[in-house]
């Protein structure tokens, strides 16, 4: 009896095991985003300077929300561009 | 009960670092006046920005962090951020309890920081 382990495929099946995403914050324990740390919120927005998604970066609703608290204030003290090229 | 605020502000690069202390001094003077306390002072010095402001593309950037009492302190502050030509930006927050943690961690940070450079100069 061929059991499932017992099969070879001629090309090996691309196992893409999906990362389960966490919020970053939950998982350090971070309680408060600091807007005067640029170099930071950087990793939260994409190249224009926009913020990035939760869906992509896996933050919780909860810190979410003061990510972009802390863009917005960021991009007011102009310690972050409100809109840019290649900013990576 | 009183709460703690921190203002950070961005002087004109027109003035040279002397003139700016002295205007970071200024508005020092008007939170402790109001019987603000002082908790801590950061001078960043001159920093690029990220965007022109007032066709600058530099600024002297001073933070300041207080504690105090009532809505006076703030808006006397403020309408005195906005009366002086030589403010291109300012931004006052309240501190809740995670940010007032985290600013007395970066306040020894700082300080850590300051003591180690003197040490390094010493030795």
């Known amino acids: ?88 | 009960m009183e709460k703690r605020y921190e203002t950070v502000f961005i002087l004109t690069p027109v003035l040279s670092e002397d003139q700016a202390k002295e205007a970071a001094k200024k508005f020092k003077k008007t939170i402790t006046d109001l019987g603000g306390k002082i908790v801590n002072e950061e001078n960043w010095g001159l920093r690029k920005l990220a965007y022109p402001i007032q066709k600058k593309t530099t600024g002297f950037y001073h933070l300041m962090e207080f504690a105090g009492e009532g809505q006076d302190i703030i808006n006397s502050l403020e309408v005195t951020y906005k009366r002086d030509e030589r403010i291109l930006r300012f931004l006052t927050v309240a501190l809740d309890k995670h940010a007032a943690a985290y600013a007395d961690k970066r306040k020894g940070l700082v300080s850590e920081g300051k003591t180690k450079k003197k040490e390094a100069v010493n030795s």
């Open chain 1, 1 to 88: 009896m061929a059991t499932p382990k017992d099969i070879r495929y001629l090309n090996p099946p691309t196992a893409e095991v999906k990362k389960k995403k966490y919020c970053r914050f939950q998982k350090s324990g971070i309680k408060y985003i600091d807007y005067k740390d640029p170099d930071f919120l950087l990793k939260f927005v994409n190249e224009q300077g926009k913020l990035l998604p939760r869906r992509l970066t896996g933050t919780s609703l909860k810190f979410q929300r003061k990510v972009a608290q802390a863009v917005k204030r960021a991009r007011h003290l102009s310690l972050m561009p409100y809109v840019a090229d290649l900013l990576k």
